[in-house]
Each structure stands twice: as structure tokens, then as C-alpha cells.
């Protein structure tokens, strides 16, 4: 495969819950399906980086109730998927401030970790309590405290994305062309497609469409 990282902000499901008249809920379990689809699609592919936006720093301005979900999904998730990790060798791990998740979740996240640390299949990263805005702070802060000169090589080496490849492709669903406070430094040359699809309705054919869209572009990252 030609692409090596790929990241997606994982949006719509609510609304996909909304147009079926169901709660916004079940648009965020159909989601986690999704997930495990392309992940595994991805996997066999050959990818190594699959980065998806599953908690934003934002979002815990959602209603309390919604939030409990979305940290009880999680926790369900990494629980059910863990075979699937294991008969894929695929590796599990997370950016953003997971130390402001509940416990429970955080327990279940360091053990999902460890399980699948020495798997060398795709690594599926989750962006959880993340935000751009307070990654870049955060590394800030430590370069500071530990008086580490400001250069882009020592700021990346701090980043939460520090032993990833550099992001190829980020795709957005769900029609909204924002990047919501998403890999800010991250993404400067990646490459950005934008679908209308609602999460919950994303394919893997459509994926592999838009990986066919990726390999026509011409990426010259600054130069002729
Ligand atoms: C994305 O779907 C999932 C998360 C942010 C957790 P949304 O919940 O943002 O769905 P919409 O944008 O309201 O449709
Ligand atoms: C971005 O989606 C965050 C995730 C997909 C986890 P949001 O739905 O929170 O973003 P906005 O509010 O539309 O910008
Ligand atoms: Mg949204």
C-alpha cells in the first residue's frame, strides 16, 4: 500500500440517528460497527496507521447522559473487539488525555494496550480526549519544564503522535469541512477529502473509492 496513515474524523452519527428516528445513541453504536469494519478492512490492506477522532476535548460539552454512553461504548468495544485485535494482529493504542477518562475505561485502555503491544499488523490509534489546541500546550509545557529547544523535530518528538508516520489522508464525514481542533500540527501536508456520508453509512467500498481519489493526487509538499 502507498498510504501509510490515515486519519478520520468520525462524523454524522447522530444525525444518521435522527433521519432513522432512533436517539442519537444508536447512531453512536452502529458507529462503533463502522469502526470495526474499516479497521479490519484497513488491516488486511496493508495500512499501518488508521488515527480516528472518537472524543473530542470538546466534546464533553455533550449532554451528561451522552457522554456516559460514549465512555461505556468505548469500554464495551475494547472488551468485545479484543479477538479481533488478536486474529488481525493489529495494534491498539491512544492520543489525547486519557487521565481524564473514568477508571474503569482507563484500566480497560492500559490492558487493551498491553495485550496487543508487540503486534506489528496495522495500529489503530484512538483520539480520545483530544484536541489539538491541548496537545500542542501540553507538549509546550513539558519542552519548557525540561528545557528542550524549540525545534519542529524535538516539538514532534513530543507530540501524542510522536511514533506515528506523518498523516497521508484525513477524511471528515458527514458533509461538515472543519477539522473540529483535529491534528492541527499533524495535518500540514496531508491530504484532505470530505464526504457527505454519515458515519454510520460509510462503506468499505466507498473507502477504497476514496483511496483510489488519494492515488490521483499529486503531493508536492512545498516543492515542483
Ligand atoms: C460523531 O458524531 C461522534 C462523536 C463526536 C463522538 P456526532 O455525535 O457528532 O454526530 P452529529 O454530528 O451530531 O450528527
Ligand atoms: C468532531 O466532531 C469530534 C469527533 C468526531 C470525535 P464534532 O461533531 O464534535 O465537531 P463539530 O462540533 O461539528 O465541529
Ligand atoms: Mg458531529
Given amino acids: ?11 454524522g452519527n447522530g444525525r444518521w440517528a435522527k433521519k432513522k428516528r432512533l436517539k442519537r445513541v444508536a447512531g453512536h453504536k452502529r458507529g462503533a460497527e463502522v469502526v470495526r469494519e474499516i479497521t479490519t478492512h484497513l488491516a488486511k490492506k496493508g495500512l499501518k496507521y488508521l488515527t480516528l477522532y472518537a472524543f473530542s476535548t470538546e466534546n464533553w460539552k455533550r449532554p ?40 474503569r475505561v482507563q484500566n480497560r485502555i492500559q490492558k487493551t ?12 490509534v484512538l483520539a480520545l480526549n483530544y484536541g489539538s489546541q491541548d496537545e500542542i500546550i501540553r507538549v509546550s509545557k513539558k519542552m519548557c519544564e525540561n528545557k528542550i529547544e524549540f525545534t519542529k523535530e524535538n516539538f514532534e518528538k513530543n507530540l501524542d503522535t510522536a511514533n506515528f508516520e506523518p498523516i497521508d489522508l484525513m477524511i471528515r464525514t458527514s458533509g461538515e469541512k472543519r477539522v473540529s481542533n483535529f491534528l492541527l500540527w499533524q495535518l500540514a501536508y496531508a491530504e484532505l477529502y470530505f464526504s457527505p456520508t454519515l458515519f454510520p453509512d460509510l462503506t468499505t ?8 481519489n488519494f492515488n490521483t493526487r499529486e503531493r508536492r509538499f512545498g516543492g515542483v
Avoid: R
Fill in 1 to 11: 500500500m502507498n498510504i501509510k496513515h490515515i486519519a478520520i474524523i468520525m462524523d
Fill in 64 to 103: 451528561k447522559l451522552e457522554v456516559e454512553f460514549l465512555m461505556n461504548l468505548l469500554d464495551k468495544y475494547l472488551k468485545n473487539e479484543l479477538q479481533t485485535y488478536i486474529d488481525n494482529k493489529i495494534k491498539f493504542d491512544t492520543i489525547g488525555d486519557i487521565t481524564k477518562l473514568p477508571k
Fill in 113 to 124: 494496550k498491553d495485550i496487543t503491544k508487540n503486534f506489528n499488523g496495522l495500529t489503530q
Fill in 205 to 212: 467500498n466507498e473507502l477504497d473509492e476514496i483511496l483510489n
